[in-house]
């Protein structure tokens, strides 16, 4: 812009302001607007040297751009300059609206600062407006505001905004410090400059945003497809279920392998939770089960209607705006270990060669029966227990009290069956229900003391000794004689009742566990069970006979299992004595 065209200023120049305007908002990247911002001092506003020092994120100033000379331009491009030594440039000199000019009378103190600068040569100046070669001038760059935007240029007090940079400009081609005009474009185009180098970073910022939401949607379809390929193709069953709100357990999604496992097809597993497919035994155990790390072992009914045990593991799909949204589950098959299990309990407590629970077994099931303390001695008569089954509770705690038990009206003594009595106060905040129904012996049975059979029912032990049974083993061989203990063992389990307990407790000896029977029903049991064990029993081609003592015994609270088995042993010897000889024979 040359001095005569103050303050006429050519439409050319106008023309060609404008066109370096269009070009900072049409640059592509940030670096690129940068360096259209140094290129449009030199071209559209007559500088012959320009620098753009851009606001690093720590506060101080890098050199990003220069235009007007390559060797300055690589002596301090990227080189830094302190926020401090700006500071104090931009506070010297005189003020020329926004701009800030500090002449050479005043700028040689700056020399010494670490600005990145340069030098120029040339002769003093001849007069006034004419530009020294150590004359500064400085255009501060701030990021629009608000009101400068509506207003469309830099209005007082435009630097109430955050400092973007600075423009350094040198040597006018006129020769002389700009007028009116050339301070209006400078600032006009500072103001520009800031406004394009804003909307860079912007577009910079939402292209990182962008790349990286690219990445993150290119990384999560990954992981998606990862684990719909982990889901379907897993091993072991596994299903995707709804957490939450009314069809809360609902399966919405299911692999092969559980299809396969429980026989039904995808669309049709998609029409149930699992507590419709869960054993109802095993309802309580999957209620139980915690959606997160929850782990349990029950059984799931297949299509066919049989069951089969599984493993379930939960753990729960969190959606990072909801929160807990789904159920993952994983379902593996462990039918055959539990198969194992049963094999390895069965064979623990039951006898090899019969199959029969054994002496282990038969005293756990006959103390689980049994009471540490008996039940008091009076009986109730025929109206109380009336009472008791209709809800006369005080006519109950009446009898009870009668006979010295605990008064709770609910037919059972409680408080009997433990091991330390209530009234020690260890029990204080319990209600004493053990549920613990006592095993009483019939009326008329030896430790009653009635000697009347009254009909009551209680629990039989029947204690069985095999007769000549050592004289098969003698003459045939322990295969025979095995044979013989297995079909005795069959004959007897014939014999009973479907929930008596037939126990081989060792050698030729059986015990029968028979609940609710009274003195009469024991013997008539002990006699049909002898007539099934006395025909003949075919062993290689030959029929051997044994013969059967039978000893009844009687359980009853404050006894142990030792006891009642002794007792009935007892009984069995002494019945076995009183019989004659050839009713015991056989061989």
Not at 243 to 252: E, K, N, S, V, Y
């Amino acid at each position: 812009m040359e001095t005569e065209s103050e303050p006429y200023v050519r439409l050319a120049t106008l023309h060609q302001l404008h066109q370096v305007m269009a070009d900072m908002n049409t640059a592509r990247s940030l670096a690129d607007t940068l360096q259209t911002v140094a290129d449009g001092v030199v071209n559209g506003l007559g500088y012959e040297l320009a620098c753009v020092n851009l606001v690093r994120p720590d506060g101080d100033l890098v050199v990003a751009a220069f235009a007007g000379n390559s060797a300055a331009e690589a002596l301090i491009t990227g080189r830094v300059g302190s926020r401090d030594s700006w500071d104090r440039r931009l506070g010297m000199g005189e003020p020329w609206g926004e701009l800030r000019f500090i002449p050479y009378t005043e700028g040689w103190i700056l020399d010494e600062d670490d600005v990145p600068q340069w030098f120029t040569d040339g002769p003093p100046p001849r007069f006034d407006d004419e530009w020294h070669p150590s004359d500064r001038l400085f255009a501060p760059m701030y990021s629009p505001t608000l009101e400068s935007t509506r207003a469309g240029g830099p209005p007082s007090g435009a630097s109430g905004g955050e400092l973007l940079g600075v423009i350094s400009v040198d040597r006018p081609r006129n020769g002389r410090r700009p007028g009116a005009w050339g301070r209006e474009a400078l600032q006009m185009y500072a103001f520009q400059a800031a406004i394009a180098i804003s909307n860079a970073r912007l577009r910079a910022n939402m292209q990182r945003a962008l790349v990286r939401l690219e990445r993150e949607q290119q990384a999560l379809r990954a992981s998606e497809e990862s684990f719909r390929q982990a889901f379907e193709y897993a091993p072991s069953g596994m299903a995707v279920a709804e957490m939450g709100g009314d069809q809360h357990g609902r399966i919405l999604r299911t692999n092969d392998a559980l299809c396969r496992l429980l026989g039904r097809p995808a669309s049709a597993m998609r029409r149930y939770s699992f507590s419709d497919l869960v054993h109802p035994e095993d309802i309580g155990t999957l209620l139980r089960t915690s959606a997160e790390g929850g782990r349990a072992e029950l059984r799931l009914g297949r299509r066919d209607g049989t069951f089969v045990w599984v493993s379930l593991r939960n753990s729960v799909v969190a959606d990072a705006a909801d929160g807990p949204r789904f159920l993952l589950t994983h379902v593996e098959d462990i039918e055959e270990r539990k198969r194992r299990e049963l094999q390895l309990a069965h064979r623990a407590s039951h006898d090899s060669l019969t199959g029969l629970p054994n002496s282990a077994e038969l005293r756990a099931r006959l103390s689980a029966r049994l009471c540490h303390r008996p039940l008091d001695t009076g009986r109730p008569s025929a109206v109380d227990s009336l009472d008791a089954a209709y809800g006369d509770h005080g006519a109950q705690a009446a009898h009870s009290a009668q006979h010295g038990g605990h008064g709770n009206g609910h037919g059972f003594d409680y408080g009997s069956a433990l091991p330390v009595p209530p009234q020690s106060g260890l029990y204080d905040g319990f209600d004493g229900f053990d549920h613990h129904v006592h095993v009483i012996a019939p009326a008329g049975t030896e430790g009653d003391g009635s000697g009347v059979d009254d009909g009551s029912k209680g629990l039989a032990v029947l204690f069985c000794d095999l007769d000549g049974f050592k004289s098969i083993n003698d003459r045939f061989g322990h295969n025979a004689g095995d044979a013989v203990l297995i079909e005795v063992a069959r004959r007897l389990t014939h014999g009973v009742r479907d929930g008596d307990t037939v126990a081989r407790l060792g050698g030729d000896e059986f015990v029968v566990l028979a609940d609710g029977l009274g003195q009469a029903d024991a013997q008539d049991l002990a006699v049909r069970l002898r007539n099934a064990i006395i025909p003949p029993i075919r062993v290689d081609g030959r029929a051997v006979r044994v013969g059967a003592s039978f000893g009844i015994g009687w359980a009853h609270c404050g006894m142990t299992a030792e006891e009642v088995l002794r007792s009935a042993d007892q009984r069995m010897y002494v019945e076995k004595r009183s019989r004659a000889k050839q009713h015991r024979r056989a061989g």
